[in-house]
């Protein structure tokens, strides 16, 4: 850490270790990488929205700010260093793709109904797919998710059956961010 003071008290970095992909040398890592994005004396100020969305890795990524956002402080709106450290462990190439599928679940079941429907749907491939195909295939693409022949019941999508009907694979490609 050289001169810099730790960030992550001794409790935050046993309960990260357990929680994220990430070792102890590179919680490290991510805590320096955090004291040079909040430049304040103890690095306390926290990385509002604006800020973390243009980090270098996350750019051009069209999920993070969508993860940046799940994890921002409720009150003031910013990332600590905790909350950094947990944007990178869920975007790490190392965490698997069911805890990936599992939190994208979460960032999209917008309404809160262990469901998603409709708008939930047509959001997440709005995010996905904004700019590369028109909303006509995106309307397609919802409803014929929606209507998948897996479905208990049609119109809506269980987080069970999100995580069964989203490849591996895709999700790593989409959800993975290397930092360290």
């Known amino acids: 850490m050289g001169n810099q ?25 991510l805590e320096q990488r955090y004291h040079q994005l909040d430049k304040s004396p103890e690095a306390t100020d926290g990385i509002p929205y604006a800020k973390m969305i243009l980090i270098p890795e996350l750019r051009g990524n069209e999920l993070c700010p969508h993860v940046v956002a ?13 909350q950094f450290v947990q944007i990178f462990g869920i975007l790490s190439p190392k965490a698997k793709p069911g805890e ?11 309404y809160g109904a262990n469901a998603l429907t409709h708008d939930e749907i047509y959001r997440m491939f709005k995010t ?6 028109s909303d006509d295939h995106i309307l397609a693409l ?22 069964q009907l989203i490849p591996d694979h895709e999700i790593v490609n989409r959800m993975s961010v290397e930092l360290l």
């Open 142 to 163: 919802t409803y014929r998710a929606l209507n998948h022949k897996s479905l208990k019941k049609k119109g809506e999508i269980t987080k069970d059956e999100f995580i």
């Open 128 to 133: 996905l797919f904004d700019g590369v195909i």
């Open 100 to 110: 990936k599928k599992e939190f994208l679940f979460e960032v999209f079941n917008i």
């Open 5 to 29: 003071q730790a960030i992550l008290s001794d409790l935050d970095v046993q309960e990260l270790k357990e929680t994220t992909p990430f070792s102890e040398g590179d919680l490290k890592k």
């Open 70 to 82: 799940a994890n921002l402080d409720g009150r003031s709106g910013c990332v600590y260093a905790k």
